[in-house]
Structures are given as C-alpha cells and as structure tokens.
DNA sequence: TAAAATTAGGACCGTACGGTCCAATGCGCA
DNA sequence: TGCGCATTGGACCGTACGGTCCTAATTTTA
C-alpha cells in the first residue's frame, strides 16, 4: 500500500467523521490529503464509492488495534476484558470530545437505508465486532448463568454503546456515554452465576470509576459459586 | 395549518426518514407532495432548512401521539408502562419491515455535527422524552430502589432503544430489536425493590411476548416488600 | 364583485458535485 | 537511455442542487 493512499485514506476518514460520507465532497479531501487536483485522487481510487469502502474497512482496523484488541487479551478474566473494552469505547470517544461518534454507527445512520453496499459492508463490520463478544462469552461461560444468550447479550452491548455514542454526540456532554457505560456493566454483572455480583452491583453504583473492581469481583463470585 | 403544508410536511417526513435529510431534494418533496414547482413551495416555507425543522418537531408529535402518550396513561401502573412503551417502539418499528430508523436517531447520526441548528432541536426532542421517562420513573419511586437515578435510566432507555433501533436497520432484522427491547426490560426490572422481580427475570426470556407480564408482577412484587 | 390567497408553470442563476480527459513534468530503475 | 509510474495542473462535462423571479390562472373569502 503506497504512501499517498494511506494518506488520502487518512483524510478521508477523518473528514467523513466529522461530516459524513455524503457531504465529504472529492475535493474536500484531496484538500485534506494535500494532493494536487482530481486526476492525483483518481489515480489511486476509481470512485468515491470506493474510497468510502475502504475507509469503512480501516475504520474497523484501527477500532480493532485499539478497542476489539482487549478483548482478546489472553491473560486477563474475560469479563474483566468486558468492562475495559467498554472502558476503551469510552476513552476513544473523550479523545474527541463526545464530538465524533462510532465511525460505525454514523455511516450505518447515513447510508444503511440509502446505499446498499453500504449497508451490506457496515453489517459485516458489526458482525466481526459481535463475534468478538460472542466469543469471549463463550470464553466466560463458567462465569455466567447457563441462560444467558451470547447473540442477544452481545448484540445488546454493542446497541447500548452505539446509542450511547449518538446521544453523547447530541448532547456533546461525555458524561453520558459514562452513565450508560456503568449501567451496561452492571448489566453484564446480572448475567453472572449466583447472587453475589448482582447484589454487590448495587455497592458500586460508581463502577465507571473502578473498571476493574467489578470484574474482579465477578470472578471471585463465580470462584466461589 | 393549511391543507398543503401538512401534505408537505408529510411527504417531507417519508422522504426524510427514508433517505436522510441532505439526501433529499426540495424537488423529491415537491414531487412527493404533488406540487406544481418550486414557487409552490416556496409560498409555504422559506427555506429547506426551515421544512427540516418543522418536520422534525412534527416527527416528535406523532411519536408523542403513538408512544409517548402510552408513558403518561394514569391507569396503569407506571412499570408496567414502561413495557408498553417499548413494546410500541417495537411495533412502530415492526411498520416499516425495520427499514426505517427512529426518525430522530437518524437526523441525529446525520446532523448533530455538521449542523449546530438541528443539534440544538434533537437534543431539545430528546430531552422531552427523556423527561417523560423520568417524571414516570418518578412515579413508579416506592416500587423502586432508593439509589436508582432516574436521570440515567432514561438515558440508559433511550440510548438502547435507539442503538437498537440502528442495529435493526442495519441487519434488517427484527429480531435484532427485540431482543434489546426484551433485554431492557429485563434491565429495567433489575431496579425494582427487593429481589422478587430479579430471579423472576429469568423465568421471563420471553418477556417480549408477555409484555404486560413483567410489569404486573413488579406491582405484585413492590407489594410483597 | 373585488380583493386576497392559492395554485400553476416555467425560465433562470450560481454553485457544487462526481467524474473524465489531456498534456506536461518529474522520478526511479533496469 | 528509455520505460513506467507518480505527480501536477487545469479545462471540461453533465447533472443536481437550493433558491429567485415572473406571469397568469384559479379559488377562497370579505
């Protein structure tokens, strides 16, 4: 991958976070990428449409090194995993300000109805991410009551993270993604075998501060159950 | 009102809610509501901007119609309310084959950053929801823990729904929502007094298709203790 | 019946968009 | 030296957009 692709690659993602994939214009981001006219851009993409792919896919690398990467951390408790991930969402999310919402979500608002392949392309990003959670559940089944529904819960988590970073954007105030991320971890807890989490949930009403006290906790519980 | 400008406002509203606001043109409309041209509807709004507006508070009413109204019902019981209410989101949802997005989410996802007008007037939307929410939270109090911050939980409530909402327009699903819608209400019953309705949950997986079966027995429950 | 509001229809404008084409210039590499 | 890729720069095209202006017919209302 050369240099300059990446670059535009770059640009384009950052423009597109910020305004969206139909209002980014060509120019705009052979602006942000510093080339010298269309002919530069279209030397390295055949059409908007591709570039917006490509983007997408890069979007989800970067999420993945940064985000998704905790999840498969081999040497921490997996639910543990869990809430640092959360945590991880909502730390990428103050870098902007509470301003930039899930690339994800943005392009699925904008695009999931209008353009199909766009559509078709943000499922498959969501379903890499859901896996993800699917597989750490498996991984913390011993954990968890035998009820609990990985597809559901893990669909649940991301849901309630989306709509949390949308609100987040539209009230521009970051502390209500951290509201709803605390109260999502003291879900995930609900799941965990015996009482002993889900009475102790409620001793840590300010979760969001101790990230990895609730973890800990949901292994102990189910060490001792 | 006259005649053509709420035939306007709701051809704009389809349009809208299908394609997204920047991708629909005055001509879309003007077609749409059957107008002769532009100077047609240009005699009822000023500007597009302006029809935006407007459509999105008439959004708001006809959503306060069909489910905000369910939330302020006087001879239910509060809770029981509650799952109601989520169940018609579900089935708001379930109209448009889980095509259409919540009519807000989706301005909200487009414009919240590029365009500061219609920022300010979702999160006005969202706050009188989420208000609703709240004042029924308030009401529902001694069936309720001390420590439960309303002001969250309804956060927490419409964050889910409306990443639920996303999710399903995404994988044109929807089972997608109601799962979530069936997951938050069981997270909704995690915050009622004593533990009765906390194991109950989980003789409920199918609470979706009981929706009144919860509510009922949080009432029964919050009586018991 | 006359004034006022609504409907109709179209020409027009400036701007922006995605995309094409072309000609010229560097540039490294065999 | 020559081949091929990267870069530069700009003209150009068709289309769509939001918005204005103007005239005339039709309907409503006082």
């Excluded at 120019?27 to 269309?38: H, N, P, Q, R």
């Amino acid at each position: 991958m050369s240099d300059r692709r990446t670059q535009i690659l770059d640009a384009a993602a950052t423009l597109i976070s910020e305004r969206g994939f139909t209002s980014t214009s060509v120019d705009d981001v052979i602006k942000g990428a510093k080339l010298s006219g269309k002919s530069h851009f279209y030397h390295y993409f055949k059409s908007k449409e591709e570039l917006g792919y490509e983007v997408l896919n890069r979007q989800f690398e970067r999420f993945a090194e940064r985000g998704l990467a905790i999840l498969r951390e081999p040497m921490i408790d997996p639910l543990e995993r869990l809430n640092l991930f959360i945590d991880a969402v909502v730390a990428l999310q103050s870098e902007s300000g509470g301003r930039r919402g899930s690339p994800f979500g943005n392009l699925a608002a904008e695009l999931a109805d209008a353009h199909e392949g766009f559509r078709v392309r943000i499922e498959a990003v969501f379903e890499r991410w859901a896996s993800q959670i699917r597989s750490l559940l498996w991984e913390a089944r011993p954990q968890l009551h035998d009820d609990v529904d990985a597809v559901r819960l893990s669909r649940f988590i991301i849901a309630a993270l989306e709509g949390a970073v949308l609100m987040t954007r539209v009230k521009r105030d970051l502390s209500v993604l951290e509201g709803i991320a605390a109260d999502l971890k003291r879900f995930i807890a609900m799941h965990v075998r015996d009482g002993a989490a889900m009475q102790l949930h409620r001793h840590l009403e300010d979760a969001g501060s101790l990230p990895h006290g609730i973890a800990r906790n949901m292994s102990v519980s189910s060490v001792a159950g």
